[in-house]
């Protein structure tokens, strides 16, 4: 007698593809969904039990509900040139309405109760531009990771100064620098027209002549003074501009 026809939906209904590489476990699932009225019972069988495992193998599937089984097919030496023999077989029968033990449920299951579906195993590789797309796509994650690290940093300080008053300073700076020269080479031509009259005078200075000396003397001893404030404030300034910068 003909067994009867297979009450459980399978998805997939013909074959579970396993997709290397097969360096490490690679799992399939198998979704079996119970349409009828009736509670099923069901077993997962393979030809391969060691280089598989299945969870779950074995249990009850209510009426009108799913269960996904995950077939785990364990690491091993792929050879693109060996075709897989490998093969699943699930069995199913009716669970009886007074059901205690489901092992004697199939203990006591006649053969034209049993029902069975049969899938085959095909094992896939990846294509090469499959893994150059992978590859692209691993180094995106990566330069957007990178990207938003950099982003995050604190800014230095010498990138947070205001541009205008870094250009202020300097034109300060610059202005400050012709100051002192000009102070320079006036103080020189002051010296050299108190030499010149300084020749001039007799042995025998006057009164008036005195007061002129010392009139002179002041006003030189005035611009000194006035050179040296200007050089230190140069100093100072370039010394703070150095630091900003570093």
């Known amino acids: 007698m003909a067994r009867p026809e297979q009450v459980l939906v399978l998805e997939p209904q013909h074959e579970l593809k396993f997709r290397g590489p097969f360096t490490d476990v690679v799992t399939a699932t198998l979704k079996l969904t119970n349409p009828t009225d009736r509670n099923v019972c069901?077993?997962?069988?393979?030809?391969?039990?060691?280089?598989?495992?299945?969870?779950?193998?074995?249990?009850?599937?209510?009426?009108?509900?799913?269960?996904?089984?995950?077939?785990?097919?364990?690491?091993?030496?792929?050879?693109?040139?060996?075709?897989?023999?490998?093969?699943?077989?699930?069995?199913?029968?009716?669970?009886?309405?007074?059901?205690?033990?489901?092992?004697?449920?199939?203990?006591?299951?006649?053969?034209?109760?049993?029902?069975?579906?049969?899938?085959?195993?095909?094992?896939?590789?990846?294509?090469?531009?499959?893994?150059?797309?992978?590859?692209?796509?691993?180094?995106?994650?990566?330069?957007?990771?990178?990207?938003?690290?950099?982003?995050?940093?604190?800014?230095?300080?010498?990138?947070?100064?205001?541009?205008?008053?870094?250009?202020?300073?300097?034109?300060?700076?610059?202005?400050?620098?012709?100051?002192?020269?000009?102070?320079?080479?006036?103080?020189k031509q002051i010296r050299e027209d108190d030499g010149l009259r300084k020749r001039k005078v007799t042995s025998v200075a006057s009164p008036h002549s005195s007061n002129t000396m010392a009139m002179t003397a002041m006003k030189d001893e005035g611009l000194s003074t006035r050179v040296l404030a200007f050089c230190l404030l140069f100093f100072v300034i370039g010394a703070i501009i150095g630091k900003l910068v570093l």
């Open 42 to 187: 069901f077993k997962v069988k393979t030809t391969a039990p060691r280089r598989y495992c299945v969870r779950p193998n074995s249990g009850v599937i209510d009426s009108g509900t799913s269960i996904n089984v995950s077939v785990m097919l364990q690491p091993f030496d792929y050879d693109p040139n060996e075709k897989s023999k490998h093969k699943f077989m699930v069995q199913s029968v009716l669970a009886p309405f007074d059901m205690t033990d489901m092992e004697g449920v199939w203990k006591e299951a006649k053969p034209d109760e049993l029902m069975d579906s049969k899938l085959r195993c095909a094992f896939e590789m990846p294509l090469e531009n499959d893994k150059t797309h992978e590859s692209e796509s691993n180094k995106t994650v990566l330069n957007t990771s990178v990207k938003a690290e950099h982003s995050a940093l604190p800014k230095s300080a010498s990138a947070s100064l205001d541009d205008g008053e870094v250009k202020k300073i300097m034109e300060e700076c610059k202005r400050l620098q012709m100051e002192v020269q000009r102070l320079q080479e006036e103080n």
